[in-house]
């Protein structure tokens, strides 16, 4: 309840909100944080506060020093709750790193895999792009790139609803020539493996062209490309507010678009698209934007929902267990 | 003249514009395409017709192909003519990889330089950033950053006026700690190199913020970086316009705040930006996009005079001579 920007001003606010929209019969919340604050505010009955009074990770604390003083904080405490099964998912707008770190600790990987992905779903024209890694891996061999394809894959079962969902391989080009060798060995895996919808190579127009249901890349590449493409937003955002405060006629034509423009809004709005799962885990771990704010964090808490109540982890586990059983197989036959 | 989807029809009226919108008093025009079509239209006094028949590259050939049969061609020819010290500069909206790899063997690349790399200019809110590299190099090795950022100084100090442009290295934090062991080399040259006013790591939200005057990275992540920003645009365009369209009121709307609009289009629109300089050649060399139309080429020749008529490549060169004697004597001193 203390992570991100605006801590529980965020948190308390947007775990009402959710609260009030969805049915929550069969739904709990444990929440973690300065009792004294929350419980102020938190009036529903499906919520327990767990206290961890002033113990937490600050933004800027570096993951290797966020697990020495971590014991204790409101991030570890709520993390170590679901890692010993006492409840399905967490939730948290806090520091990125401190939480991976955490997580894949006290959680764990899913056997097979490395490191957990960071996965977003992007707008895009026809519905969204379920895009991974955006940033936990830097240093993808072509296996890695295998597993997020699969990992990519059960995140657009569950949250889009796609029964055998599009995976492309992002690139510089969609010609199979384009790029480097590493993402030609990368395409010869997802090509071979026969669990996968692969359409080959896509670039980055197509993110939200909806070419793919899924885009596979390092965490590098998807980084930047979500970050330029939040930037570009921004700037287009900006031209057209400077646009339409430009004269009396635009102003006046402004008050008669109002509702187009809202349109463009909620389809562009980070916080619509908040709660980005790290994919690989044993348990669902979702990240929350840092600088979201109520509607953010309720996006994200169901995104975590959603998630917990399908069979997500299991097929994840069972899909990698198959390749890396294939894998095996080819190397004993080798 | 015969480059790009739309050939004639593009490079034709696109001079034609060019040439009533300018001073062209110290600039002649040397056209390379089939004299037959080319000369029912052009009219100009300073431009010379070099007949090349029907001998083109098509928009889908290999490199390596291109090379073997371009000899004739209209772009060979063009090239070809440039590198022998006829003209100042070339322009095509022709196949990229054919055009890069006619100018490296024909024109060459400056001392110094393995391959040039492509820069673009891109909007911000400010004003305009130049990236580079968006395509050519997928492999950039720390000292292959060094020189782009030199050669990204020297085309904004030419295109942006700006005398000691603000140099950044595309990063995924911009915190020192963040990224690869690569990166972490080239922002060592960077901040060591007396010539560059480097500000360190940027990241994909900087490149419409205006943070930096020129944005370095590898031509991976730039060509994905640059067509993430091309599709988001595109995904905007289309949100605004069903909204417009999606009701009475709308309509009316948009009447009145048309110039709001207009603005916005003029901003992004990437006839307006094209003209991306293929930099590290001994020549000043311009690629026009594949799918310009005679705006974008007649913006395309614009770029290619401003560039021509300064001193740019000389500039480079010292620049990379200072570099590559600073090397040499650190090697010798250790």
């Not at 339409?244 to 389809?267: D, P, Q």
């Not at 979702?286 to 998630?307: E, M, P, Q, R, Y």
Request: glycine share 10%; charged share 20%.
């Amino acid at each position: 309840m203390m992570g991100g920007d605006l801590g529980v001003d965020a948190t308390v606010p947007g775990l009402s909100l959710y609260v009030n929209n969805h049915d929550c019969r069969d739904v709990s919340f444990e929440l973690f944080g300065n009792k004294s604050i929350i419980e102020q505010h938190i009036k529903s009955q499906n919520c327990t506060i767990h206290d961890t009074g002033k113990n937490v990770i600050s933004a800027s604390e570096k993951p290797a020093k966020a697990l020495k003083i971590g014991h204790g904080t409101s991030m570890f405490e709520a993390i170590s709750w679901v890692a010993q099964g006492n409840a399905d998912a967490v939730v948290s707008s806090g520091n990125t790193g401190a939480y991976m770190a955490f997580s894949k600790i006290l959680i764990g990987a899913i056997d097979g895999i490395e490191r957990p992905a960071i996965v977003s779903i992007l707008p895009n024209i026809l519905n969204s792009t379920v895009m991974l890694d955006l940033g936990a891996n830097t240093d993808c061999p072509p296996t890695k790139l295998l597993q997020f394809a699969i990992m990519g894959k059960a995140v657009s079962q569950v949250l889009q609803q796609v029964k055998n969902p599009k995976i492309g391989l992002l690139n510089i080009g969609t010609e199979r020539t384009k790029g480097t060798d590493l993402l030609e060995e990368a395409y010869v895996l997802m090509e071979k493996s026969e669990n996968l919808n692969f359409i080959g190579f896509v670039e980055g127009t197509d993110i939200t062209k909806g070419t793919a249901d899924v885009i596979v890349t390092d965490g590098f590449t998807g980084n930047v490309s979500l970050k330029t493409m939040e930037g570009t937003i921004r700037y287009i955002a900006h031209t057209l507010k400077t646009g339409f405060s430009s004269s009396l006629m635009s102003k006046i034509g402004y008050l008669f678009c109002r509702n187009a423009v809202k349109t463009l809004k909620n389809a562009i709005d980070p916080r619509n698209h908040n709660g980005a799962p790290l994919v690989g885990l044993k348990k669902i771990a979702i990240k929350s934007h840092g600088n979201s704010d109520a509607v953010g964090f309720a996006n994200a808490i169901s995104v975590a929902v959603t998630l917990a109540k399908s069979g997500f982890i299991d097929d994840i586990s069972k899909m990698i267990a198959e390749i890396e059983k294939g894998n095996s197989d080819e190397n004993k036959n080798n």
